[in-house]
């Protein structure tokens, strides 16, 4: 009975807990997620879950609040944190980035075109 009356209590705090959050506009989610959480670097901004990020949400909102551009928010953070909190990377780094794994697809492809070309059935 009394493990009945602490599931009860957890699920209505985690209720309770998802009712407490407050929809972000979309110009602030967008922004979010122009960054990478600070904390593991792995994960975008708006989706990460941890107090760093939270504290990095709150100050974006303050930013955008404070009527900063997404410009100056995005130099704000890169000043702090250098260009890795950029989710994607600027100028000639994001072609590089994007066109690497593509050309190495396409020569693996061709390679093994020409490969199979070669081998005659049995």
């Not at 009527?67 to 909190?85: D, K, L, M, N, S």
Request: glycine fraction near 4%; charge should be positive; include cysteine.
């Amino acid at each position: 009975m009394r493990t009945q009356w602490m599931r009860l209590a957890v699920l209505s705090l985690a209720c309770v807990g998802a009712l407490a959050v407050q929809p972000r506009s979309p110009e602030l989610q967008r922004i979010e997620e122009r960054f990478i959480a600070p904390c593991c670097w792995r994960e975008n901004l708006a989706a990460h879950q941890s107090p760093e990020a939270d504290k990095m949400r709150a100050e974006v909102a303050a930013l955008v609040d404070s009527g900063q551009t997404e410009a100056e928010i995005v130099e704000h953070f890169v000043a702090r944190y250098g260009e890795r909190i950029l989710r994607e990377p600027r100028g000639a780094r994001s072609f590089w980035l994007t066109a690497t794994p593509l050309a190495v697809l396409a020569l693996g492809a061709a390679w093994l075109i020409r490969y199979l070309a070669k081998v005659k059935p049995a």
